[in-house]
């Protein structure tokens, strides 16, 4: 069977004057916002607001697509459909994974 593309997500949450990115101990990215792989029968927009809550402790509201990148990278044989985000902080306190999230 012939590899695809994996379809991720990546929330960019605002609150007042800064935005939440996590810090990512494994992966491409060194800061990065909240995000990960869309599961079965999720749709996108479903996939932002649980992902936020697992990796951010956070609940976000006025969730709107912005747009899709497509990531390819030979070098480690990845290759990506990201599709980010835009949301509006609605309530909660961060809750730094140990290996991912940092302010």
């Given at each position: 069977m012939q590899e695809?593309?994996?379809i991720g997500t990546a929330v960019w949450v605002r609150k007042e004057d800064f935005a939440w990115c996590s810090k990512r101990a494994i992966g491409h990215n060194a800061r990065c916002p909240p995000g990960g792989h869309i599961e079965m029968n999720e749709a996108m927009l479903d996939c932002a607001i649980r992902e936020t809550r697992e990796?951010?402790?956070i609940e976000?509201?006025?969730v709107r697509?912005?747009?899709a990148l497509d990531n390819i990278w030979p070098e480690r044989g990845t290759h990506y459909v990201t599709l980010?985000?835009?949301t509006d902080w609605?309530?909660?306190e961060p809750i730094p994974q140990p290996e991912?999230?940092?302010r």
């Open positions: 695809r593309p994996k990796e951010a402790a976000i509201q006025n697509f912005v747009r980010y985000s835009a609605k309530s909660g991912e999230s940092q």
